[in-house]
Nanobody
């Protein structure tokens, strides 16, 4: 079964950048669309971005458009989320999930996530 592990989070100042990684094991990543989600304290988990199986189609939440970029390297079984111009409101635990397709149901369970903190 497909298993995903997030990494790359940390503490960064406003305006800074981070690149998150979503590494797959148990199956080849190219069978799945991959979505990034985040959850801040006291808020519901929300979708951030998604990339389809071929990498030819992506989508983003309005709050991150123009600042975040999702990409995939199927040869490395990894999906990335490049986050630029980070804001304090981006502070959250970030999770990735395998999907049947970007507008469809999740295939994987939620993992531990990786914490992103944007603060001066």
């Amino acid at each position: 079964q497909l298993q995903l592990a997030e990494s790359g989070g940390g503490l960064v100042q406003p305006g800074g950048s981070l690149r998150l990684s979503c590494a797959a094991s148990g199956s080849t990543l190219d069978y799945y669309a991959i979505g990034w989600f985040r959850q801040a304290p006291g808020k519901e988990r929300e979708g951030v971005s998604c990339i389809n199986r071929s990498g030819g189609s992506t989508n983003y939440a309005d709050s991150v458009k123009g600042r975040f970029t999702i990409s995939r390297d199927n040869a490395k079984n990894t999906v990335y989320l490049q986050m630029n111009s980070l804001k304090p409101d981006d502070t959250a635990a970030y999770y990735c999930a395998g999907l049947y397709y970007c507008s469809g149901p999740r295939f994987t369970q939620w993992g531990q996530g990786t914490q992103v903190t944007v603060s001066s």
